[in-house]
C-alpha cells in the first residue's frame, strides 16, 4: 500500500466513525418506550391532498405531545396500491398508520390489487372535501339543471372533465352523479386530466364541457369570475364558494372525497384501541382546527363502528360503480 | 422598471438574500439526486410557510427550483447520472467532453447557458405575463398532439448512421412508455402495482447511461493501467465561448415557451434543442463524442423552461409543472391566490419573486463557475471507484423514490439492456424520447379524440396545429430534396451499415 | 458514419464476419414485441366509448417491434455488424470480458436481495466496497472504509438532513 493510499485509509476510517458516533441513535435511541416514535405512511407524493392531511395530523400530534416522533413516508404509487401492499405486509406492526381515502378505496379495484381497504383495520376518518362542478364562464349552462338536462339528452356529446385517473374520487363523482340522474356510467364521456393545472387550462379554453374536481385549486378563478360552479357535492354549502349544495339543485345525491387513517391487518384491540385514542385526541387539537380552516376541509371525524360501516359503505359503492365500468 | 428596482430593494435585504442563497444549495443539492428532485423538495418545507414571511418563502422556493435545474446537470455532465428528466440530454454530450477531459468547460457552458437563459427567460416572465393568459388556454390537445408528433418526427433526424438500429432504440422506448395504467387498464405491468404509473424516464436514463456504462466498461477493463482523465484547460476558451452562444439563445427560444405551455414541459425542448444544434453545427464530427454545443443548447432550454412555467402560475394560476403546482400549494397557504389581478394587487412580493430569480441566477453562476474545475478534477480519482461510485450514486437515487428493492430490480434490468445496446451500437437518444413521447402523443390523442367523439377533424382544428404541421410537412420535403444532393446514388439500409464496416 | 473506428470487426483475412449476437438480439426484439402483442390482446375496450382504446398504440409499437426483428435478423444475415461503443475507459481490442460483468451483476443482485433486510448503510457499503473490487481495485480496507463512510453520510444525509426516513434495517436502533 502506497503511504498516499494507507493516508486516505485513515481518513476514511475517521470520516466513517466520526459519521458514526456523530448522529448516533436518530432512529430510536431517545425514544421514551411509553412515548414511541410511530410511522406515518403517505400513499402519495409530497404536497398532495393525502401528504397534507396526514402531515397536519402528524404535526398536530407531535406539536401537542401526543405522542412521541413520527417518521413520515410517501410510498408512491399506482394511487396508493402500493402503499395498501405495504400496509398488508406490516401486518401485526402497532406502529404504522397509512392516511388513505376514497381515491384509495378505487384505485385497488382498478389496479386489480388484493390489499384492499377491508382487509386493513379501520383508526379513523379525518376529513373530507366536497367536488364541484365547474364550468367556463361563457358556458350555456348557467344552473345545474341545464347541464343535466343536455347531458340527458346526449350522454356522450357532453364532455366531463376530471384531475384524477380512472377510479379516482373526480372520475367516481362524475359516474355517480351519472348513475343518479339516469345515466349509464359507460356512456360518460369522461376526459381523465393529470391534477388540477391541465383541469383548469381546459376549462378555461372552454376545450369541455364541464369538470369535477375539489376546488381548492380553482378558488383565484371562482373568485375573478372565469369559471362558474354549478354545484357543490356536500350535504351543505362552501363558505366561500357562491354555488348550490346536489340536493338544492335538485339531485338527491351527496358525495364526499373522504380521507381517513388506517392500520395493519392483525393487531390487537389494545393495540387499536391506543392507535385510536391518540388520532381522537389530536382531532381534539387547536393545530388541527386551525389546519381544517386553513384548507377548507370538512371535519368528517369518525371512530369505531361508524367509521367501519362508512368504510364499508364506500367500499361497496366503489366497488358496484367500478364493476359497471368493467373496471373492477 | 422602478417596480422592478423596488423588487430588487424587497429582495437584496440580507433575510431575502439568505434565504435564496439557501434555496439554490439546497435545489442544487436535491437537483443532483435522481431521485428526489425540486417538486419533493419544495412540497417537504412546505411547513415553512406557517413560520416565514411570504415573500422570503417564495424566493426559497423559486431558489430551489432554479437551483434544481442547474444541480441536474451536474451529475450528468460528471458521472453520466441525470439528477432531473430535463438533464438527461446534457449526459449525451457532457458525460463525452468530461471522459476527454474537458468536464470544466461542459459544466462552465452549462452554467452560463443556464444564467443567460434563466436571465432572459425571467426578462421575458416580466414582459409577458400579463399578456400571455389567453394564447395558453387556447391550445387544446389537437395542438399539443401537433406539437409531440413533431418532436417525434424530428428525432428520425438523429437516428445514427444506422436507421434500422435508431428505429429499434425508438421502439423499445416506446414499449416502455406503455407500461402503465394511464388508460385506466394495466398495460404491460404484468399484475405489478409498482409498475401501474410506468417507469420514470429518470430511472430509464439513470439505467442506461450509468448502469449500462459501468456494465461495459466492466466486459473491457483495459489491462493496461490507465492514464487520468486528463483536467485540461480550467475555463473555457474563445473558441468554445463563440460555439456555445448560438445554442444557448436557441436553447432559450425552445425552452421558454414549453415551460410555459401546460403540457409542455422541459424535456421536450432539450431534446429539440439537441437536435438542432447537431442539425446546424460547424463540427458534426464532434457530435457523439462530446461536441459543446449539444451541452450549451439543452441546458439554456432546460432552464428557460423553468422560467417559462413561472408565466402561467403568476399570470392565471395555472401550474404547468409538479413544483409549479406545489409553489402553487405554497402561494396558497399564504392565502395568496395567483391570477389576472395578482401583479396588481401584490406587487411587492411578484416584483421582489422576479428580482430573486435574477439573483438566484447570479449566485447559481458564481457558485457554480469556480466549482467547475474543482469538479472536473474528481474524474481523476482512481477508476474503480468513479465507476462504483457512479454505482453506488445511481443505486441510492433510485432507491430514494420509493425504498423498495423492486426499483434497483427495475434498474438492474434496464441496465442490462442499456449493455446490449452498447455491444450493439443502438443509439440511447432515440429510447429516451420514445419513453418522454410516447405516453404523451397517446395521452393527446385520445383527449383530442375523445373530446371530438372520434371526428378526426379536430386534429387540424387549431390554427397552431395546422402551423406545425406545415413545419413537418417543409422539413420532410427540405431533408428529402437535402438527402437528395448530398448523398449520390443513395445506397440501401444494409450496404450502408456494411460500408461502414469496410469504411 | 465517415469516422473509422479502430476496432471495426473485420477478421484478419479482411471478410466481413456475420455478427452470431445480433440474432439474440432480434430474438429479443422478437419476444418483447410478442409480449406487447400479447398484452394487448389481453386489454378490453376503454371504460368509456373511447375512439383510441387502450390496445390500439400496443398493437402499433408490438407490430413494428416485430418486423424490426425481421429486419435486423435479415440485415445480420447479410453481415450487418454493429459498431461497439468505444470511451476512454473501453479497451475494445481484448475480446469481452463476461465473468467481470457477471460479477458486477452478481454484486447488485446482492445487494437487492438484502436491502430490506439489511437496510442502505450495509448494503450501500457494501455496493461500493464490492464493485471497486470488481472493477480491479485491490485495497480492500481503503474500500470498505470509504464505502462505509459514503453510506453512512447519505444514509444520515437523508433521514437527518432532509428529513426522509430512509429504512435502517438491521441497524434501526443502531444508527
Not at chain 2, 445514427?160 to 438500429?165: D, L, N, T, V
Not at chain 2, 411578484?350 to 439573483?359: E, H, K, P, R
Not at chain 3, 483475412?13 to 440474432?23: H, I, L, M, S
Not at chain 3, 387502450?54 to 409499437?61: E, G, I, M, R
Amino acid at each position: 500500500m502506497t503511504s498516499s493510499a494507507r493516508k486516505a485509509t485513515l481518513v476514511a476510517l475517521v470520516l466513517a466513525l466520526l459519521a458514526g458516533t456523530a448522529g448516533c441513535g436518530v432512529t430510536r435511541g431517545g425514544d421514551d418506550p411509553n412515548n414511541r416514535r410511530l410511522r406515518m405512511m403517505i400513499p402519495n407524493s409530497p404536497g398532495g391532498g393525502y401528504d397534507l392531511t396526514g402531515r397536519a395530523a402528524v404535526k398536530a400530534m407531535e406539536d401537542d405531545d401526543i405522542t412521541g416522533r413520527f417518521e413520515i413516508t410517501n410510498v408512491i404509487g399506482a394511487s396508493g396500491t402500493v402503499a395498501m401492499q405495504r400496509l398488508m405486509n406490516e401486518r401485526g406492526s402497532d406502529d404504522v398508520m397509512l392516511t388513505m381515502g376514497l381515491g384509495v378505496v378505487g384505485a385497488v379495484y382498478t389496479n386489480k390489487s388484493k390489499a384492499t381497504v377491508d382487509k386493513a383495520t379501520p383508526i379513523a376518518g379525518v376529513v373530507a372535501e366536497a367536488e364541484g362542478i365547474l364550468v367556463p364562464a361563457d358556458s350555456p349552462y348557467k344552473e345545474l339543471s341545464d347541464l343535466v338536462d343536455a347531458w340527458k339528452k346526449d350522454p356522450k356529446g357532453v364532455t366531463i372533465g376530471g384531475g384524477s385517473s380512472p377510479g379516482g374520487p373526480d372520475h367516481l363523482f362524475p359516474m355517480q352523479l351519472a348513475q343518479e340522474i339516469g345515466i349509464s356510467p359507460r356512456d360518460v364521456n369522461y376526459i381523465s386530466y393529470d391534477g388540477g393545472g391541465p383541469l383548469t387550462t381546459a376549462l378555461l379554453g372552454s376545450k369541455i364541457d364541464a369538470g369535477m374536481s375539489g376546488l381548492g385549486e380553482f378558488q383565484g378563478q371562482i373568485d375573478n369570475g372565469s369559471l362558474r360552479v354549478l354545484a357543490v357535492s356536500g350535504a351543505e354549502r362552501l363558505e366561500n364558494v357562491d354555488a348550490p349544495t346536489l340536493m338544492e339543485a335538485g339531485v338527491d345525491m351527496e358525495f364526499l372525497n373522504w380521507r381517513g387513517i388506517l392500520a395493519p391487518p392483525g393487531i390487537t384491540e389494545e393495540e387499536k384501541a391506543a392507535l385510536v385514542e391518540i388520532v381522537t385526541e389530536m382531532h381534539g387539537t387547536k393545530e388541527w382546527k386551525a389546519a381544517l380552516k386553513r384548507n377548507g376541509w370538512i371535519d368528517n371525524f369518525s371512530v369505531g363502528q361508524d367509521f367501519e360501516d362508512f368504510l364499508e359503505e364506500q367500499n361497496d359503492r366503489v366497488a358496484s360503480t367500478l364493476k359497471e365500468l368493467g373496471l373492477a | 422598471m422602478d417596480l422592478l428596482l423596488e423588487g430588487f430593494a424587497t429582495a437584496l435585504t440580507p433575510e431575502n438574500l439568505m434565504y435564496a442563497v439557501i434555496g439554490v444549495l439546497l435545489g442544487t443539492a436535491v437537483g443532483v439526486l435522481p431521485g428526489i428532485g425540486p417538486a419533493m423538495t419544495v412540497a417537504l418545507l412546505l411547513p415553512v410557510t406557517f413560520s416565514v414571511p411570504p415573500t422570503s418563502g417564495l424566493i426559497l422556493f423559486a431558489g430551489i427550483y432554479y437551483g434544481g435545474m442547474y444541480g441536474g446537470s451536474t451529475t450528468s455532465i460528471l458521472l453520466n447520472t441525470p439528477g432531473e428528466s430535463s438533464s438527461v440530454v446534457t449526459a449525451l454530450e457532457g458525460n463525452k467532453m468530461a471522459k476527454s477531459g474537458r468536464a470544466a468547460q461542459a459544466l462552465a457552458t452549462a452554467a452560463v447557458g443556464s444564467f443567460v437563459a434563466g436571465t432572459i427567460g425571467t426578462l421575458l416572465i416580466v414582459l409577458l405575463a400579463p399578456n400571455i393568459a389567453d394564447v395558453v388556454v387556447k391550445l387544446g390537445a389537437p395542438s399539443y398532439f401537433a406539437i409531440m408528433a413533431l418532436a417525434l418526427f424530428t428525432v428520425t433526424a438523429v437516428l445514427g448512421s444506422s436507421k434500422i438500429r435508431g428505429f429499434i432504440a425508438l421502439f423499445i422506448g416506446l414499449a416502455i412508455g406503455l407500461v402503465g395504467t394511464t388508460t385506466g387498464q394495466q398495460r404491460m405491468t404484468f399484475g405489478s402495482p409498482q409498475l401501474a404509473d410506468g417507469i420514470d424516464v429518470v430511472v430509464v436514463a439513470v439505467a442506461v447511461f450509468a448502469i449500462g456504462e459501468a456494465l461495459w466498461v466492466a466486459a473491457h477493463l483495459r489491462s493496461k493501467p490507465l492514464d487520468v482523465i486528463p483536467v485540461g484547460q480550467p475555463w473555457m476558451s474563445r473558441d468554445d465561448w463563440g460555439r456555445s452562444w448560438k445554442p444557448w439563445l436557441r436553447g432559450t427560444a425552445f425552452g421558454f415557451p414549453f415551460g410555459a405551455l401546460p403540457a409542455g414541459g422541459a424535456e421536450v425542448p432539450t431534446f429539440l434543442s439537441y437536435i438542432t444544434e447537431r442539425r446546424l453545427t460547424k463540427h458534426p464530427e464532434e457530435f457523439g463524442k462530446g461536441a459543446i454545443e449539444g451541452v450549451a443548447g439543452p441546458e439554456a432550454a432546460n432552464n428557460a423552461s423553468a422560467a417559462g412555467t413561472l408565466v402561467p402560475l403568476l399570470a392565471i394560476g395555472l401550474p404547468t409543472t409538479a413544483t409549479a403546482a406545489v409553489i402553487l400549494v405554497a402561494m396558497q397557504n399564504y392565502g395568496l391566490q395567483p391570477g389576472p389581478q395578482f401583479m396588481d394587487a401584490q406587487p411587492k412580493l411578484v416584483w421582489g419573486l422576479l428580482a430573486s430569480l435574477f439573483i438566484a441566477n447570479t449566485l447559481l453562476l458564481v457558485l457554480n463557475l469556480p466549482l467547475a474545475p474543482v469538479w472536473a478534477k474528481l474524474l481523476q480519482i482512481r477508476r474503480p471507484y468513479l465507476y462504483a461510485g457512479i454505482l453506488f450514486f445511481a443505486s441510492l437515487g433510485a432507491y430514494s423514490v420509493n425504498f423498495q428493492a423492486f426499483d434497483l430490480a427495475l434498474l438492474l434490468g434496464i441496465g442490462m439492456l442499456g449493455l446490449a445496446m452498447r455491444r450493439f451500437a443502438i443509439p440511447v437518444l432515440p429510447l429516451i424520447v420514445g419513453v418522454i413521447l410516447g405516453p404523451r402523443l397517446e395521452e393527446q390523442l385520445t383527449q383530442a379524440l375523445s373530446i371530438s367523439q372520434g371526428d378526426v377533424s379536430t386534429l387540424w382544428s387549431e390554427p397552431v396545429a395546422v402551423v406545425v404541421y406545415i413545419v413537418m410537412a417543409i422539413l420532410l420535403v427540405g431533408s428529402v430534396v437535402m438527402s437528395r444532393r448530398t448523398t449520390p446514388p443513395a445506397p440501401t439500409r444494409t450496404e450502408d451499415a456494411s460500408m461502414d464496416v469496410n469504411a | 458514419m465517415t469516422t473509422t473506428e479502430t476496432t471495426t470487426p473485420v477478421a484478419p483475412d479482411g471478410t466481413t464476419r456475420k455478427d452470431v449476437a445480433q440474432y439474440g438480439l432480434a430474438g429479443f426484439l422478437l419476444v418483447v414485441g410478442i409480449v406487447v402483442l400479447i398484452d394487448a390482446a389481453g386489454l378490453s375496450d376503454g371504460f368509456a366509448d373511447q375512439p383510441v382504446q387502450p390496445y390500439a398504440f400496443p398493437y402499433v409499437v408490438g407490430a413494428v417491434l416485430v418486423l424490426l426483428s425481421g429486419l435486423l435478423a435479415v440485415a445480420t444475415w447479410r453481415g450487418d455488424v454493429p459498431e461497439e461503443d468505444d470511451g476512454e475507459d473501453v479497451d475494445l481490442t481484448q475480446g469481452s470480458d463476461w465473468a467481470t460483468v457477471i460479477k458486477l451483476g452478481l454484486v447488485l443482485v446482492i445487494v437487492i436481495a438484502t436491502i430490506d433486510f439489511l437496510g442502505w448503510a450495509i448494503v450501500g457499503a457494501f455496493l461500493f466496497a464490492a464493485s471497486a473490487r470488481v472493477l480491479g481495485s485491490r485495497t480492500l480496507i481503503l474500500d470498505v472504509g470509504i464505502g462505509t463512510a459514503l453510506s453512512l453520510l447519505t444514509w444520515y444525509g437523508f433521514y437527518s438532513g432532509l428529513g426522509i426516513p430512509i429504512p435502517a434495517g438491521v441497524l434501526d436502533g443502531v444508527l
